[in-house]
């Protein structure tokens, strides 16, 4: 039972991590109709500009809560641009060509982001995967019986910022003018033009918007899993998408059920198998769902006008 | 076959109705098609017209009701089988194979007359047994398909000659729509008007027996209106056919079609000859609005007749 | 593009049935005359099967990315059950042979039954994996098929019986240019008589407007599974190949960076052309092979032509996003080199004959 307890807690934490980011592709499809296959590979960014600032804050400065809340703006902040100038340079321009052609530039983006960090010269970090520093020094929250069941700070943290992002999120898009351009947009981009809605600025706004989410969420992963690599932006973001597609992609709410779900299961599968098959997990899911229903939980079919 | 020379309707429709989500887009829409019929489907816009064609080619399922095409129940079948069954349409916006030819667009419609291993009759007796056999069926359809694919490889020699027979026919219907002289020319590159011809030329290679028009005449001048009207006539007696006709152009309309059907929010509101429905009370509301005929009083005295 | 299937205007100078197949024939044996005229250093060997292996994986890619319009980026996948099933076969019978012939021939032929069991159970599984995701928008295929191949490096990562992660050793390493060449023929002549036939226009029917194309009769997801089928055969058979000339075969060889790769050449040549499939596959194979051989003979750094090497993938990406951006139609776009052949080369005529 306590195994169970344990694996469900864990189970939710890593939930509210793929949520973040699944956050960021339901939106981005929701505005533009295309899976932002770089999505993953931004995130991966991030982390590694999280890396960069920890080490230049030093031992004593990173563990403060400013120097954690520097860590993760920082690191946000320069997701958001580079979201902002993936959007500007490669998506803008394609916005009105047949989707394939954005969705293989999005590939070619995710390739030459993942496979770029992995090259050893200059700024590049390399292959290897290192270690993030310690941010957060683990201690116990809570513990249950005779340490059945352990509660780790930093998962009650990881679990507190995520939530507050989301609820920021849910605010902003669903109470705010923006919000509703957003949802605007998203319905069609080119009658929302025609309302006065500005949609280039809506939709940049909203791949940053994404992207720092990302970011926060990466560096959420990092402090968990406490190694970084140039893959895994491939491997998180896939989760990720696996999660809003499971929720309905285009679907806010949805991407986050999606998330906690699939969350649960490869913590489940897992803990009660072996965990060589943990990467499996996610693309079982996806196909299962695919295959029977590919709206999504939330998402409702789209119809294409004949 | 039968049902031609029986009189009986190549196309009909019995209060077939699709909803989307809380949206009725269409409701309880009757319609038949027999051999000879030049009928005309009107309404403003938004009515439904294009939902009633989706719904009858296959491209929607009605939620309630039935669609026949030659005698055969055809609700949930995938399109290119309804297609087959001898319906055929065309697009509003005009969907072309924009790369293709116009020799090749046609070509596409005009899919082999192949003498497949098991016949497209016995395939649909066994159809019609249902069950087991019908499945049995679907597997020895795509037997013969994996067959046809194996002669195409191979260059054999009855693949050959279906493939001159399948050109010559498009050919022909390239000429009978005046668009040889276009025969290698990408579709895209057509003006708009015989993007339009081509489209149905295009419709025309499926072999059909009922014919759908969407907007046919979108976007023409006077001069080619005329040419359409003439053409749409004689395309009903050379090949045989039942047409339907979704316009906007009353003239058009009231010009070639024997009986018109009027859909407002997706109601038939009025069904009859062109001099009924020009009179009719509800027509002239839902084109003009209510308060036309306390504006109009002769419209009104028309109306009342 | 597509023209009339209609022979050439010569005479008849074979019987009408034996047309089809009398190419083949000629390839068989100018190939093996080739095969046997020619020394050929073994890095020379290696580098032209490599060469051929990405040409066939590039054409049979094109039939289903270029002619019939999907996104299918798991093609390595397809590859991968290929390799392994040749390879295993080719255990099987290591140590058969039959009587009577050559050891040569005698090879040849089992390598031949291996690429061909290697192909179908390929196809096999371009079957299942393309009825169901061939009914999904084009963005969901490409994920499906994305995942598909991974799930297949899991399976073999974890299944002790193919090698695992360490990867399956001592297949015959029987592979010729004859037999790699031969299936490269094979698959171009495939590719072309799709195209020229009323099957092909249907592929490229929907490639344009699939709503359309399934309103004028064609069944569009019979027809889009038909040509996964034929694609992933091919791509099987490649695998067999490459299985038979690699000393050790593992999982890595055929992840998702192998299918990029093939993406790459398709999409660079241009979707729909298989001169261009070719032209990117020859290219792309080539040159980073040329730059490593370059570094390695030019600088005493060893380290330095791996990078070079490492350099490719990110530059692939780069690669993608430009030509999208500038030239989305690639070199070729979907014009074939024997489109614009002068007119003493017997080539499909227009019209009918």
Not at chain 2, 102 to 119: G, I, K, T, Y
Not at chain 3, 141 to 157: H, K, M, P, S, Y
């Amino acid at each position: 039972m306590s195994d169970f307890i344990q694996h469900l807690i864990n189970g939710i934490a890593s939930g509210t991590i793929y949520a973040l980011i699944a956050l960021g592709y339901t939106m981005v499809y929701g505005v533009l109709k295309l899976i932002n296959f770089a999505h993953g590979d931004v995130m991966m960014v991030g982390v590694y500009v999280g890396y960069a600032t920890a080490f230049q804050l030093g031992r004593a400065a990173r563990t403060t809560l400013w120097g954690v809340l520097a860590i993760f703006l920082v690191a946000m902040a320069a997701c958001a641009l580079i979201g902002f100038l993936i959007e500007r340079f490669a998506y803008r321009p394609l916005r009105d060509k047949p989707r394939l052609t954005a969705l293989i530039t999005a590939i070619g983006i995710s390739f030459a982001l993942s496979y770029g960090f992995q090259l050893d010269f200059g700024p590049l970090p390399g292959a290897a995967p290192r270690a993030f520093p310690e941010v957060i020094q683990p201690t116990e929250w809570l513990v249950l019986g005779d340490r059945e069941v352990v509660v780790w700070n930093w998962q009650v943290i990881s679990l507190l910022i995520a939530a507050a992002l989301m609820v920021g999120l849910q605010y902003l898009v669903f109470r705010t003018r923006f919000g509703r351009a957003m949802r605007a947009v998203s319905f069609d981009h080119r009658v929302a033009g025609l309302m006065g809605i500005p949609t280039d600025r809506v939709i940049a706004v909203t791949f940053m918007l994404g992207s720092a989410l990302a970011a926060g969420a990466g560096i959420l992963y990092a402090i968990k899993d406490t190694s970084v690599q140039p893959l895994m932006g491939l491997y998180v973001g896939l989760k990720a998408f696996v999660a809003a597609v499971v929720g309905g992609i285009g679907n806010v709410p949805g991407a986050m059920v999606g998330a906690l779900l699939l969350g649960l299961i490869e913590e489940f599968v897992v803990g009660y198998t072996a965990s060589s098959w943990r990467e499996a997990v996610a693309f079982g899911v996806l196909i299962l769902v695919l295959l029977f229903k590919p709206e999504g939980l939330f998402g409702r079919v789209a119809a294409e006008k004949v | 076959m039968s049902a031609a020379a029986n009189g009986e309707p190549l196309l009909q429709a019995k209060d077939a109705s699709i909803e989307f989500g809380g949206l009725k887009a269409l409701q309880r829409f009757n319609l038949e098609i027999r051999q000879g019929d030049l009928q005309g489907l009107i309404g403003p816009n938004g009515a439904g017209k294009t939902t009633a064609f989706n719904v009858l080619t296959g491209v929607y399922e009605p939620t309630s009701g039935d669609v026949f095409v030659c005698g055969q129940r055809v609700n949930g079948k995938k399109p290119h089988r309804i297609n087959r069954l001898g319906l055929a349409r065309t697009f509003q916006n005009i969907r072309l194979f924009r790369a293709l030819t116009a020799l090749d667009n046609v070509r596409v419609a005009c899919l082999s007359e192949s003498r497949p291993v098991f016949s497209a009759e016995r395939l649909a007796a066994l159809r019609r047994e249902g069950g087991a056999w019908a499945w049995m069926a679907n597997g020895l359809d795509a037997w013969n398909n994996y067959y046809d694919w194996w002669r195409a490889l191979l260059l054999a020699p009855g693949f050959l000659r279906e493939e001159e027979e399948l050109t010559r026919r498009a050919e022909q219907l390239l000429e009978v729509m005046g668009l040889s002289h276009r025969r290698d020319e990408e579709a895209r590159n057509l003006p708009y008007g015989e993007q339009r011809r081509l489209e149905i030329a295009r419709a025309l290679g499926t072999r059909p027996r009922v014919l759908l028009l969407d907007e046919p005449a979108a976007g023409m001048n006077t001069r080619e209106k005329a040419d359409l009207m003439v053409l749409i006539r004689r395309l009903r007696e050379q090949f045989s056919l039942g047409i339907l006709v979704i316009e906007h152009d009353m003239k058009l309309v009231m010009g070639i079609c024997e009986q018109i059907t009027v859909l407002d929010h997706g109601e038939t509101i009025a069904v009859g000859t062109p001099e009924k429905v020009r009179a009719d009370r509800k027509v002239i509301e839902a084109y003009l609005g209510d308060s036309y005929l306390e504006t109009h009083p002769e419209a009104a005295q028309e109306a009342a007749r | 593009m597509v023209e009339s299937a209609a022979p050439a205007a010569t005479p008849a100078l074979l019987p009408a049935w034996a047309r089809g197949v009398t190419p083949v024939v000629i390839a068989l044996g100018a190939l093996a005359f080739a095969q046997w005229s020619s020394g050929g250093s073994p890095f020379f060997v290696y580098i032209a099967s490599v060469v051929g292996v990405n040409c066939i994986l590039a054409v049979s890619l094109n039939i289903v990315n270029g002619m019939t319009g999907q996104f299918s980026i798991g093609h390595a996948g397809f590859m991968a059950v290929g390799a392994y099933t040749a390879g295993k076969i080719s255990l099987a019978f290591a140590d058969t042979a039959v009587a009577g012939v050559p050891v040569v021939a005698s090879d040849q032929l089992f390598l031949l039954i291996s690429l061909l069991a290697g192909g179908t159970g390929a196809a096999l599984f371009g079957f299942l994996v393309g009825l169901p995701s061939l009914r999904l928008r084009g963005d969901y295929l490409a994920i499906v098929t994305l995942g598909f191949g991974e799930i297949i490096r899991v399976i073999v990562q974890n299944t002790p019986a193919l090698g695992a992660a360490l990867g399956l050793s001592g297949i015959p390493q029987t592979s010729t240019l004859f037999m790699v060449w031969f299936w490269v023929f094979v698959t171009v002549l495939v590719a072309r008589r799709i195209a020229h036939s009323s099957h092909g226009r249907s592929l490229w029917a929907i490639r344009e407007d699939e709503v359309a194309a399934e309103a004028m009769g064609v069944d569009t997801t019979a027809y889009k599974v038909r040509s996964f089928v034929i694609s992933s055969f091919f791509a099987g058979v490649a695998g067999g190949l490459f299985a038979h000339f690699i000393p050790i075969i593992n999982p890595n060889s055929f992840g998702f960076v192998k299918s990029m790769e093939v993406v790459v050449m398709v999409v660079a040549g241009g979707l729909g052309s298989t001169t261009g499939a070719i032209v990117a596959a020859v290219a792309l194979t080539l040159l980073p092979e040329g730059l490593r051989t370059a570094f390695n003979a030019f600088s005493s750094d060893p380290a330095l032509a791996q990078k070079a090497d490492q350099i490719r993938m990110p530059i692939y990406g780069l690669l993608l996003v430009v030509l999208m951006l500038a030239r989305p139609q690639g070199l070729f776009g979907t014009r074939e080199v024997w489109d614009v052949l002068p007119r003493w080369l017997p080539r499909r005529r227009k019209g009918v004959a």
